[in-house]
């Protein structure tokens, strides 16, 4: 009896030291990381949607608890990018929204602090521009528009992303293709999106350009008018024109991806890369890129880091040939 008793309590002590094993081994349930997503714009534009749109995505997919967002607009997203690379070293969970605008800014006003200081992770979509007047413009197609920049370089005042982004370089190159000095271009740079749009329908600029999304609402409801987009074909679902069917030979297209904090270790970068990824898979992003007329492009890791080199080189190059640099 004693004996059975005895064997009884080596077993149950045997199972509880087993269960404790047990649980020491099995991965623990960790709470989802909190993110935290660096907006080198003003609130509406194109970074602040892209920001967002897969800050949710991640959300979605599982791999993000919470998202905290914060917007730094100015110098093409260069003055946000050196408030993340100083206050976000070593922190695995940050991201920063990058892409043409911030590329060209760069390239042209030469900061201290450039992509060079942080860590690529992605390219996430592509887009293009389309340019539009207030609804009470005499302006009626590009035609009009290059006519009266030809006569009076000064008297056309457009509007659109800071200096050196995709919006000015697209303004310089119809420019050339008027045959129009790039120095006298009266091109007004804003800090995002909402700054842009309101000038637009505030008659402040005589032409505005930024993503079709960010103005399709405005087309749409007819408080501006569409002149052309930059694609090279006409975009899915809309009847502007493009500026080469209008005898403008440009085309030029805008992309937006998320960098890392500098300092993370590689397995922190590809944990990052991976989380963003599943990000993209979900429907919260398929309704983010339909609902803006954006294209799917992801690009992850070196690969990325090769294609922003190569962007790098190749806005320097048109910069120059349009007079920018």
């Known amino acids: 009896m004693r004996r059975d008793f005895l064997q009884r309590i080596g077993r149950t002590a045997a199972a509880g030291v087993l269960g404790s094993l047990v649980a020491l081994s099995a991965p623990a349930v960790l709470a989802q990381d909190n993110f935290k997503i660096m907006i080198g714009a003003n609130p509406g534009g194109g970074y602040d949607q892209t920001g967002r749109g897969i800050g949710k995505a991640m959300q979605e997919a599982g791999v993000a608890g919470s998202v905290t967002y914060e917007n730094k607009g100015g110098a093409g997203g260069t003055i946000g990018l050196a408030q993340f690379v100083n206050a976000s070293k070593g922190d695995p969970n940050a991201l920063i929204v990058t892409g043409a605008v911030m590329v060209g800014a760069v390239v042209q006003n030469k900061p201290p602090v450039t992509l060079d200081n942080a860590t690529p992770i992605a390219r996430l979509l592509a887009e293009y521009n389309v340019f539009v007047v207030p609804a009470d413009s005499p302006l009626k197609s590009m035609?009009?528009?290059?006519?009266?920049?030809?006569?009076?370089?000064?008297?056309v005042k457009w509007g659109g992303g800071s200096k050196g982004s995709v919006d000015h370089v697209s303004v310089a190159m119809i420019a050339r293709e008027a045959g129009v000095d790039v120095a006298k271009v009266n091109y007004v740079p804003f800090k995002g999106g909402g700054e842009a749009t309101a000038a637009i329908l505030g008659g402040h600029v005589t032409v505005g350009t930024s993503g079709y999304a960010e103005l399709e609402e405005f087309i749409k409801t007819g408080k501006m008018r569409a002149l052309g987009v930059t694609a090279p074909s006409r975009l899915r679902g809309s009847a502007v024109p493009t500026l080469v069917e209008q005898g403008i030979n440009v085309s030029i297209g805008n992309w937006r991806g998320v960098y890392g904090a500098p300092g993370i270790t590689p397995q922190q970068r590809q944990k990052l890369i991976d989380n963003v990824a599943?990000?993209?898979?979900?429907?919260?992003?398929?309704?983010?890129?339909a609902a803006n007329n954006w294209s799917p492009a992801l690009l992850t890791g070196d690969d990325f880091a090769k294609f922003v080199e190569e962007e790098h080189a190749r806005l320097r190059a048109l910069m120059v040939k349009v007079g920018m640099l």
């Not at 599943?278 to 890129?289: D, I, Q, R, S």
């Open 143 to 155: 035609k009009d528009v290059m006519e009266q920049l030809k006569k009076d370089p000064a008297s």
């Open 278 to 289: 599943k990000g993209t898979k979900t429907k919260a992003w398929a309704e983010a890129l």
